[in-house]
Nanobody, 113 residues
Framework: QVQLVESGGGLVQPGGSLRLSCVASGFSFSRYAMSWYRQAPGKERELVATIGTGDNKIYTDLVKGRFTISRDNAKNSVYLQMNSLKPEDTAVYYC???????WGQGTQVTVSS
């Protein structure tokens, strides 16, 4: 039974930081690339960051230099450290297993003054 459980979302002021966590179960975590996606109201889901099985990382230009994706295979977890948050980062953030894909339920991030 594949499960992806996100946590760490919340309300933060512009310029603040949040750390999202995703705990995976039900599959061989270390064998899969993992991603964070996000979706704002009225918009399509977009890729935020991906970390591969060999620790290679990619980011959308919208977050490069502000967000960091990481993983801890011993804990079956993937993280997204978000710094210098902007109002346009407001969205539901999803933890996603790649190839084949599996989506978590998401965690809300709201950046507002």
């Amino acid at each position: 039974q594949v499960q992806l459980v996100e946590s760490g979302g919340g309300l933060v002021q512009p310029g603040g930081s949040l750390r999202l966590s995703c705990v995976a179960s039900g599959f061989s975590f270390s064998r899969y690339a993992m991603s964070w996606y996000r979706q704002a109201p009225g918009k399509e889901r977009e890729l935020v960051a991906t970390i591969g099985t060999g620790d290679n990382k990619i980011y959308t230009d919208l977050v490069k230099g502000r967000f960091t994706i990481s993983r801890d295979n011993a804990k079956n977890s993937v993280y997204l450290q978000m710094n210098s948050l902007k109002p346009e980062d407001t969205a539901v953030y999803y933890c996603v297993r790649l190839s084949p894909g599996y989506w978590g339920q998401g965690t809300q991030v709201t950046v507002s003054s």
